[in-house]
């Protein structure tokens, strides 16, 4: 009876560890979908002030505007697509994770289950959600220096303002 107890403590945990890896990726997923949507909301408001500048014929100050959102359009386009990857290969972590579940249960269930699955599948998911840590990463800082960017502009607009009014 003891040993039963023991073995069904030993399956569980088992099968509890990927449910928690599980949680973690999914929450990962709803973090970068949420910073996904704010990078495509923001390239869709740069295109629209694209669109408005084109059609002005700036001056000098609108042209500097004009040139920075262009790089920072197409900053946006690859964090995009870094952030698509990164999605990507959470799923394919999610996915792992439940064949690892699913593959645990199976040994239990079948002694001639091959157990290297259990550890093919729980490696993939592990690596898959590394990668994915990368991508981020990569985005992360692509996002950074495009504020950097931004930021160094209106600090030269309000630097030029002040000395046109100075003069």
Do not use: C, N
Not at 48 to 70: A, K, V
Not at 106 to 131: C, D, E, H, Q
């Amino acid at each position: 009876m003891e040993t039963s107890i023991a073995l069904a403590i030993s399956i569980l945990s088992a099968v509890i560890t990927p449910v928690v890896l599980i949680s973690a990726s999914a929450l990962l997923t709803i973090s970068t979908s949420t910073r996904m949507s704010r990078v495509l909301e923001r390239a869709r408001a740069m295109s629209e002030l694209l669109e408005e500048l084109e059609e002005t014929r700036p001056g000098r100050q609108e042209q500097d505007r004009y040139s920075i959102l262009l790089v920072q359009f197409g900053k946006a386009k690859k964090r995009s697509e870094l952030l698509s990857r990164a999605l990507g290969s959470q799923y394919a972590s999610i996915s792992a994770f439940v064949a690892t579940s699913v593959s645990i249960g199976a040994a239990t269930v079948w002694p001639g289950f091959p157990a290297v699955l259990v550890i093919l599948f729980g490696f993939s998911g592990i690596m898959l959600l590394f990668y994915s840590s990368l991508l981020l990463i990569a985005d992360s800082r692509i996002g950074l220096a495009a504020l950097h960017g931004e930021m160094d502009l209106l600090l030269r607009l309000a630097r030029r303002d002040k000395g046109q009014k100075a003069a």
